[in-house]
């Protein structure tokens, strides 16, 4: 995607996913039978993984460094991912 906004980078992007068949199925360009609700830009991606562009990674659920902007989290998962982004409260008492 960095390419098609004119960004031009010569190492591929890792992409880390906790959904191991939405890696299948970026993988897998022949597995239709499940993947007919799939949008245009599932396949943006699909073509990236074909191309080497992106390389897709497993990661657990909680490890995922995604999850911190898009799902409420308990409080220690919450700081545990804060801390692993290196994010700081600036106004935490010293």
Known sequence: ?????????????????????????????????KTKHIKVDCYFIQDMVMTKQIITSYVTSGEQLGDIIIKALFRKHFSTLCNKLGIIDIYAPT
């Open 1 to 33: 995607m960095l390419c098609e906004m004119g960004v031009v980078s010569p190492y591929y992007m890792i992409m880390c996913c906790d959904n191991q068949a939405a890696m299948y199925i970026s993988n897998n360009p022949m597995f239709h039978e």
